[in-house]
């Protein structure tokens, strides 16, 4: 038999924190292999240790005996300490070697302890950035009328539905959102120049007869595409558009994505032994970066590394995730063996330190510095196409008719930003808006909301396909491959 003298005190979810003993220094168990936590202190939802499929919780209970109970856990044992035990470190026998539980310090809230960005609520661990549960409230965040609530982590604050402004009422209708080009769809949206009809902007079009324009990209002075067919090409035209430049053509090449970084535009070469390459956005000499490549697809480029998915397409798991330098070198492999559809291309996004990337059926997040193994980031959401940025992953998926779809980064409540959207194949993220494209033959859309929901605002309608989407400061660039052709909307 074990010595249970020689064991330190457990250390699990709600019985303790930062060094402090329980109420009343005592721990009561219950003897079905579960340390409980009916009518305890410990939310359900709290951090717990997994100890052979074995989910322990512990409960302060000032009641319990002070005997240094045992409770049976599948075939070990988990040893809770006497009253002059202090509960700040935890070691487990599970009829071997003692095995130690790190506590993965959280935010504490007497003796409970919540995930870091939750606090108590009750019984349950609330989300800070929810607008119920705002910051260390566990009351909901006032709005009024005809806006939305919303929370910064911190405090309250709310966002005017499309159609209203803020003023000392709180907010109120700027007039005619249908047909006023200085408030087209909603408040403060301009169309510039452009006609406003039925609360959507007229497009400008940037070039036309683009033969299978795919994938896009935008800075503030140029819009990027790349063409597919008997010559393939990487183009680009001003942004109010006035022509088309080619930059790079080839009749060897497959260019499949486009990234930008510093006067440079990089790009896959879809092919079996394909390439990351560059060349000037000015124009001049192409340069690979990262050569023989099996079918490299899609491209991020963001703090001097380049992210970009390939697939040898030998098995139905032969997708990889790879990183390599700016400037080119030796790649990383950052995932491999991930499944891919033979129909939808991979999509990738680069945010809060991981790479999140789409497969057949889910949305994956894997260590940008390649320090940990991928993991099912949002399981059996067949995903479109993915974004993140600082805080949240979006994306965009085939169930329920198409929704798209946000969740903070580091994991917790998703949020249906909409519904009803036939095949959004594009998502694009910037500081205050989510945007996507949907639909096609003819009935193709281009659609915003605000970040955590709101009222969806449609920029573009009655397109033929539209395909991928790129934003800069001002305006929202797409491609219509369904008609060759690139258009643009103020944001």
């Not at 879809?270 to 340069?287: D, L, N, T, W």
Request: hydrophobic residues 35%.
């Amino acid at each position: 038999m074990t010595d249970v003298r020689r064991l330190v005190p457990l250390l699990l979810l709600a019985a303790s924190c930062g060094g402090r003993d329980l109420p009343g220094g005592t721990v009561g168990v219950d003897s079905g292999g579960t340390v409980g936590d009916d009518g305890g202190l410990g939310p359900a939802d709290a951090r717990a240790s997994s100890l052979r499929d074995a989910v322990v919780r512990a409960r302060a209970d000032a009641g319990s005996p002070p005997d240094g109970s045992i409770a049976t856990v599948d075939t070990g044992t988990v040893v809770i300490g006497d009253a002059g035990a202090p509960f700040d470190a935890a070691t487990v026998d599970v009829g071997g070697p003692d095995v130690a539980v790190p506590f993965d310090a959280g935010s504490c809230d007497g003796a409970a302890c919540c995930q870091p960005g939750f606090h108590l609520c009750g019984s349950t661990c609330a989300d800070d950035t929810a607008p119920a549960t705002c910051g260390d409230s566990c009351t909901p965040c006032a709005a009024p009328a005809d806006s939305l609530a919303s929370c910064d982590g911190t405090s309250c604050s709310y966002v005017c539905n499309p159609g209203y402004v803020a003023c000392a009422a709180g907010c109120c209708s700027c007039g005619d959102t249908l047909n006023d080009p200085n408030d087209c769809g909603y408040c403060g949206h301009s169309c510039g120049s452009l006609a406003c009809v039925d609360g959507v902007c007229g497009s400008t079009i940037i070039a036309t007869d683009q033969a299978n324009a795919y994938a896009l990209a935008a800075d503030d002075e140029y819009v990027y595409w790349t063409t597919t067919g008997t010559t393939s090409s990487v183009d680009q035209a001003p942004v109010g558009g006035g022509g088309a430049t080619v930059l790079v053509s080839s009749q060897d090449e497959y260019p499949e994505a486009l990234a930008l970084v510093s006067g440079q535009v990089y790009w896959t070469d879809a092919i079996q032994s394909g390439a990351v390459s560059r060349v000037p956005s000015g124009g001049g000499m192409s340069i690979p970066l990262v050569t023989n490549l099996p079918y490299p697809g899609a491209l991020v480029a963001t703090g001097g590394r380049l992210y970009f998915t390939t697939n040898s397409y030998a098995s139905e798991s032969s997708g990889a995730v790879l990183s390599a330098p700016i400037g080119g070198g030796a790649a990383t492999t950052l995932a491999s063996n991930q499944t891919t559809s033979p129909n939808v291309t991979p999509s990738i996004a680069v945010g809060a330190g991981h790479v999140f990337f789409t497969t057949y059926s889910d949305v994956m997040s894997v260590p940008a510095n390649g320090g940990g193994a991928a993991v099912q980031f949002a399981a059996e959401q067949y995903p479109y196409a993915v974004a993140a940025d600082a805080k949240n992953v979006y994306w965009t998926s085939a169930l329920g008719g198409g929704v798209v779809l946000q969740e903070p980064a580091t994991g917790g409540s998703m949020v249906t930003l909409a519904t009803g959207q036939y095949y959004p194949n594009a998502i694009a993220v910037d500081a205050a808006n989510v945007y996507w494209t949907s639909g096609q033959g003819g009935t193709g859309t281009v659609v915003s909301v605000p970040i955590g929901g709101g009222m969806p605002v449609t920029l573009a309608t009655n397109q033929a396909y539209p395909a991928s989407i790129a934003l800069n400061s001002t305006t929202l660039f797409w491609v219509d491959f369904g008609d060759g052709t690139i258009h643009s909307v103020p944001k």
